[in-house]
C-alpha cells in the first residue's frame, strides 16, 4: 500500500514524546489560540494513526452529527473516486462528459456544456468564471422549472479546465450524476463504497429543491468520522487492512491544485489552489466547510485534525495548526506538564449572565422585525474567509414576535401565529424539542438547547441546535426585542431549515 508520507520525501520516523509523539504542550496553546479566533464546537486530533487528543465544547458533543457545509464536496469526490476504482471503468471515466451520466434535460444545453467533464466538476474548473447557483434552489419552495434545466441554463464563459469558479452547480451535478448511474442518493453510494468499509455510518445529507443530495453542502458527519476519511486518504485511499476503495494516484491528482485561481483567491488560506474538492496547504491538504469546518491533513507530520466550529476568521483558524500544534509533534513535553486531559475535557462554551430579574412594564408580546430580502444568487465574497455582507445579524425567519420571560419562566416565540414555548435556563443548557407549525417546513422538528435570562435590564438567550454551527440570540429589554442569526447560515434563515430531520436523520 502507498505511504503518502514517503512520496513527500519526508522521513516518517518521529521521535517519541508527549500524547503519542505531540507536545501537549503545543496542544493546549493550540486550543487556547484558537478560542481566541473561534466559537470552537469539536476538535479531535490524530497523529501516527492514533487519535491522541479530542475535546467538545458544552453544549457541542462529539457524539453528535453535525453539519460540514463544503466538507461535503470532499465527500462527494470521494464517491466519485470509488466509483471509478470499483467499477473498473465500466460506468463513468474522469474524461466523461457530465451530460453523458445525467438525465435528459428539458432544454437543449449550450455547446459549451459538451466539453464539460467529470473532472472538470470534481476540479471546480467547469468554464464558469462565477458561482452558477442560486440560492433559491436549495428550496423549499416550488421552481419555475426543473432544476437541472436551471443550472444548465447558464454555460461555461471559458473553455472548461482553464479557470478557477467555487461553483455548487459543479458538485451538485456531480451528486446527480451519482444517483443517475447507481439508482440510489449520493449518501447511500457513499457509505456503501467509502464510508462503511471505513467502519462509519451513512450521513445525513440536506437536498436540494427535487430531492437530489446537495453534494455542495448539507453533509452531516461526525468529528471522529472526519478524523477516519483524514487517515484514509494518508493511506492513500485504502482501508487499514489495505483493502483499495479509490483508484490508485487518485488522492494524488485530488490534492493537486488543477485550474488558475482569479485573483480574489490567491490570498491567505487559498493561495495553493484547488484539487478535487481539497483545499492544498504548502504542507498538506484540507478539505473545509463554511464558517471553520475542517479536516487538515499534513503529511510528512502524519497529522490529522478535525475541527467543527463557527468563524468568520477561517485562515487565522487553519493558521493556527501550523504555527501551536505542527512545532509539537516529535518534540518531548516538558517533566512537568501535566496531563492534557483534564484541560480538554472542561472546555465549554461561556453562559450569558443571568442574575438580574425582568423590568417592571414589560409587554406581553415584542413585534418582530421580518427578515429583509435576502439576494438568491450572487458571486463568492471578495474575500474567501468572510461571510458576505448580509450575513450578520439577520432575523429568524418566520418568528413575527417574542415573548421575555420572567426568571424561571418559559421564553415564548410566535411563529407562523403559533406559540412556541422553550425552556431556558439561567446557570445550564436546557432542552426543548420545537416543530414547524405551518409553512414550508411544516411538521419539521428540530432540538433547541437555550440558556440565558436578565441582566442590567437586558434578556439575552442563545439557542444552539447542537447538529448546526449557527447560534440564535434573543434580546431584548422594555421598549423592544430581537431574534436573530449573529452569522447567518447559508441553506436560509428559518431556525426549522437547519433540522437534521431534513438531512434523514432524528431532531
Not at 220 to 237: C, N
Not at 377 to 405: C, E, I, K, N, Y
Not at 443 to 453: I, K, N, P, S, W
Request: proline share 11%.
Amino acid at each position: 500500500m502507498p505511504d503518502r508520507r514517503r512520496r513527500l520525501g519526508v522521513s516518517t520516523a518521529l521521535p517519541a514524546g508527549g500524547a503519542a509523539g505531540i507536545d501537549p504542550a503545543a496542544i493546549r496553546a493550540f486550543v487556547e489560540a484558537a478560542e481566541q479566533v473561534a466559537e470552537l464546537h469539536t476538535l479531535a486530533i490524530s497523529h501516527r494513526g492514533t487519535t491522541v487528543a479530542q475535546a467538545q465544547w458544552a453544549p457541542y458533543s462529539l457524539d453528535r452529527p453535525q453539519l460540514v457545509y463544503s466538507v461535503s464536496k470532499t465527500i462527494t469526490a470521494m464517491t466519485v473516486g470509488a466509483l471509478l476504482h470499483q467499477d473498473g471503468g465500466a460506468s463513468i471515466s474522469l474524461d466523461d462528459p457530465i451530460l453523458d451520466h445525467l438525465p435528459a434535460p428539458g432544454i437543449t444545453p449550450a455547446p459549451a456544456w459538451h466539453d464539460v467533464t467529470i473532472e472538470h466538476c470534481l476540479a471546480m474548473a467547469t468554464g464558469h468564471t462565477a458561482d452558477a447557483w442560486n440560492r433559491a434552489w436549495a428550496g423549499p419552495g416550488p421552481l419555475p422549472a426543473p432544476l437541472l434545466d436551471l443550472m444548465l441554463a447558464t454555460p461555461p464563459q471559458r473553455p472548461p479546465g482553464t479557470v478557477f469558479a467555487y461553483n455548487q452547480v459543479a458538485t451538485n451535478l456531480l451528486s446527480r450524476m451519482v444517483t443517475h448511474v447507481t439508482g440510489a442518493p449520493l449518501r447511500r453510494v457513499a457509505h456503501e463504497r467509502v464510508l462503511g468499509p471505513l467502519g462509519l455510518p451513512e450521513p445525513g445529507w440536506f437536498t436540494d429543491a427535487t430531492g437530489i443530495d446537495q453534494g455542495w453542502s448539507g453533509a452531516h458527519v461526525r468529528t471522529g468520522d472526519l478524523l477516519t476519511l483524514g487517515r484514509f486518504w494518508l493511506r492513500d485511499g485504502c482501508t487499514e487492512d489495505g483493502t483499495r476503495l479509490l483508484p490508485g494516484g487518485f488522492l494524488d491528482r485530488a490534492t493537486t491544485p488543477f485550474a488558475p485561481l482569479p485573483e480574489a483567491w490567491t490570498r491567505g488560506a487559498w493561495t495553493r489552489g484547488y484539487g478535487y474538492s481539497f483545499w492544498i496547504l504548502d504542507a498538506g491538504f484540507r478539505a473545509d466547510g463554511a464558517f471553520g469546518q475542517f479536516a487538515v491533513v499534513l503529511p510528512a507530520a502524519d497529522l490529522v485534525v478535525a475541527i467543527t466550529s463557527i468563524s468568520t476568521d477561517m485562515h487565522g483558524l487553519g493558521e493556527l495548526i501550523l504555527t501551536h500544534l505542527l512545532p509539537g509533534v516529535g518534540r518531548e513535553p516538558a517533566p512537568e506538564d501535566a496531563s492534557l486531559a483534564p484541560f480538554l475535557a472542561d472546555r465549554s462554551l461561556p453562559l450569558l449572565p443571568a442574575a438580574g430579574t425582568a423590568p417592571a412594564g414589560l409587554p406581553a408580546w415584542h413585534p418582530l422585525a421580518p427578515p429583509a430580502a435576502v439576494p438568491v444568487a450572487g458571486a463568492p465574497p471578495a474575500a474567501p474567509s468572510a461571510p458576505p455582507p448580509d450575513a450578520t445579524d439577520v432575523p429568524v425567519a418566520g418568528f413575527d414576535a417574542v415573548s421575555l420571560p420572567a426568571p424561571g419562566e418559559p421564553l415564548r416565540l410566535r411563529y407562523a401565529g403559533t406559540e412556541l414555548a422553550l425552556v431556558v435556563p439561567t446557570h445550564s443548557w436546557g432542552e426543548t424539542v420545537l416543530r414547524a407549525p405551518a409553512g414550508p417546513y411544516a411538521g419539521t422538528a428540530v432540538r433547541v438547547l437555550a440558556q440565558g435570562g436578565w441582566s442590567d435590564g437586558t434578556y439575552r438567550a442563545r439557542l444552539r441546535i447542537p447538529s448546526f454551527p449557527h447560534h440564535v440570540l434573543v434580546t431584548g429589554d422594555a421598549a423592544s426585542a430581537s431574534v436573530v442569526w449573529p452569522i447567518a447560515p447559508l441553506n436560509g434563515a428559518d431556525l426549522f431549515a437547519a433540522s437534521p430531520e431534513r438531512a434523514g436523520l432524528s431532531a
